[in-house]
């Protein structure tokens, strides 16, 4: 089980923090990310990092203002700055435990609003 945290509301050219743990695991898994979903677009991918070698992947519409972090074997974080309103969405966090080629389990979803 995955659980998001740090959604709210958050002017333009701010700062949040988005946390997810994961439960029901004490090993690390092969890589964890996260995802979005803007009001009447398609769920869009974000950021993502493997444990081991610590490669991270993003987006190209975050890359410079968004950093994810692994802080334990079950918890992740996504730093964002300089937030814009296009950034406004649902935060999904996803963990690819296996190296099976596709996310196992995900999140419910932490809302993120950018108010300009």
């Known amino acids: 089980q995955l659980v998001e945290s740090g959604g709210g509301l958050v002017q333009a050219g701010g700062s949040s923090r988005l946390s997810c743990v994961a439960s029901g695991r004490t090993f690390a898994p092969y890589a964890m990310g996260w995802f979005r979903q803007a009001p009447g677009k398609k769920r869009e991918f974000v950021a993502s990092i493997r444990w081991h070698g610590g490669d991270q992947y993003y987006a190209d519409s975050v890359k410079g203002r968004f950093a994810i972090s692994r802080d334990s074997a079950q918890k992740i974080s996504l730093q964002k700055n300089n937030l814009k309103p296009e950034d406004t969405a649902t935060y999904y966090c996803?963990?690819?435990?296996?190296?099976?080629?596709?996310?196992?389990?995900w999140g419910q979803g932490t809302q993120v609003t950018v108010t300009s």
């Open positions: 996803a963990e690819n435990v296996y190296n099976n080629g596709e996310y196992d389990d």
